[in-house]
């Protein structure tokens, strides 16, 4: 009887072990990747704007100065717009030398102001004002990130109803009756086109007043979700 039992326990013993060693063998059998995707055209409703300055001076105090008082000229008239966000960007100053002799000529300092907003006429008329001084570096638009995200979301479900759809298909031209999924990768991606269009003039205006706002295009973003993963047919 003892030696029985002992041959019981024994068995028992390697069953759960071959029962624990299935459970931990990695799935390679009936496997299937599938992707799909979800796509949408997403109007820009962000504009986002570079100015900038650029002065020359023998002296890098004086030019220091009056490159600061500039910037805080366009800081001040942009409290005028609170619906749109101004923030200084970088500024530099480097000595210029003479190509003939090397000797220091003079130096030159620029310095930028980024403009953000969802208000396109407004921030027009703000670059416009600006214009009496800077120059327009850039123009361009974008999906605002609570935009994009809102999107997102939405097709985050459509791309997971399209690879449903597809391991559905694939699971019927096999001749199986389910599937169980395997594993599931999501994955945004957007793309920006240039869009910008700008018809007023980048020159500096004389009347600041009567200066045409810019005429804009926003245009559109593509905004993409994949899903890519794996399936096991049963």
Sequence with gaps: MRYLALTTLLLGTTLSTMTIAAEKEPLNYNIVNVQAEATRQVSNDEMHAVLFIE?????????????????????????????????????????????????????????EVQIESKDFKAASQLISELQQNFQTQSINFSVSDEQRKKVENELMVEASKSFQQRAQIITQAWNKSSYNLVNLNLNTSNYYPQPVMMRASMAKFADVEAAPLQDVSAGESKVTVNANGSIQLK
């Design 55 to 111: 002065k020359t001076n023998k002296q890098p105090a004086e030019l220091s100065s009056q490159i600061a008082q500039l910037m805080n000229q366009a800081m001040s008239l942009a409290k005028k717009y609170p619906q749109v966000k101004v923030e200084t960007g970088s500024q530099t100053t480097y000595p210029v030398y003479d190509n003939d002799n090397q000797k220091l000529k003079e130096w030159r300092g620029r310095a």
